[in-house]
């Protein structure tokens, strides 16, 4: 309990430092959040486009398709808010030996990266999601029951742990490679077609967006749990793969941290 207090600590202190840094410069803190709700509307449009022309997509209803979109938007809010600010840190600290010092810090090293830097103006994101979600739950014409809520929210938890766990495997690679920006800027690229549903996609493109690259646990299957349509087993499924990713995640991070030669070395 005291190291969960500790660590709890660790974290508001870097939400703190980060949330003074970006207040720093109100005007661009503004002027970013007004662009992630230019960046909400453009990431509507090709759905808009697509039920203009029809009624369904592979079964999904627009209000449907739009729950999808508001996990999307919810998700891509906290990578771009809460993860890739300080994982990104890493690299620049294995090229340049700083993150020698990281390792002289008496805390888990993964923690402290992971938490080194957050971007609070990425909030605004949330709110889209939010609003997203209740537009599309007006368009359905009720609102989620209290059994889907408690599993949206089990597989909200299952996303983000899927999510942060591909990330920390992309920047593990780091440790061997030390320059991973071609390999990031192919998961974020990856990552976009989380705005569809996986049933979009066919063949080998659905089993890579389910079990390698598992997009269909971060947006699809919380859609499908937040729309009640998710049954229990599958729900459970995907926090064993979450369980699977994280375990696999810690691994591939502690093995890579061993091979790490420092700066002074």
């Known amino acids: 309990m005291q190291g969960f207090r500790r660590y709890g600590a660790l974290l508001a202190v870097q939400a703190r430092v980060s949330a003074a840094l970006a207040m720093q410069y109100r005007l661009d ?42 996990w999307f938007v919810l998700l891509k809010g906290i990578l771009e808010g ?30 402290l990266v992971s938490t080194a830097r957050f971007e609070p103006w ?30 949206a929210a089990l597989l909200l938890v299952v996303a983000v742990a899927l999510l942060y766990s591909v990330w920390i495997l992309v920047v593990s690679a780091s440790f061997y490679v030390v ?6 800027y192919l998961m974020t ?13 066919r063949g080998l493109l659905q089993v890579l967006f389910t079990v390698v690259f598992p ?5 699809t299957y919380p859609a499908l749990a937040l729309l009640g349509r ?29 091979s790490y030669t420092s700066a002074s070395s």
Not at 84 to 100: A, H, K, M, Q, Y
Not at 234 to 249: I, M, R, S
Request: aromatic letters at 12%; glycine letters at 8%.
């Open 230 to 258: 998710l049954t229990l087993v599958n729900a459970l499924l995907c926090v064993a793969g979450g369980l699977v990713f994280t375990w696999l995640a810690r691994r591939t991070w502690l093995r890579a941290l061993r």
């Open 189 to 201: 690229s990856l990552f976009d077609a989380g705005r569809w549903p996986v049933t979009v996609f």
């Open 122 to 151: 990425r909030m605004v994101d949330l709110l889209g999601a939010l609003a997203v979600f209740v537009y599309a739950f007006v368009l359905l014409g009720h609102p989620p029951s209290v059994a889907s809520l408690a599993k």
């Open 29 to 70: 803190f503004i002027f970013k959040g007004i662009m992630s709700l230019f960046w909400l509307a453009v990431t509507l449009v090709p759905l808009l486009v697509v039920f203009e022309q029809r009624e369904t997509m592979v079964g999904w209803t627009f209000p449907d398709a739009l729950v999808v979109i508001g």
């Open 82 to 111: 809460g993860v890739t600010p300080s994982l990104t840190l890493v690299t620049e600290g294995i090229r340049t030996g700083t993150f020698d010092f990281i390792l002289m810090k008496p805390a888990d090293t993964q923690f």
């Open 179 to 184: 320059r991973v920006d071609n390999l990031s």
């Open 215 to 219: 997009l269909a646990l971060m947006t």
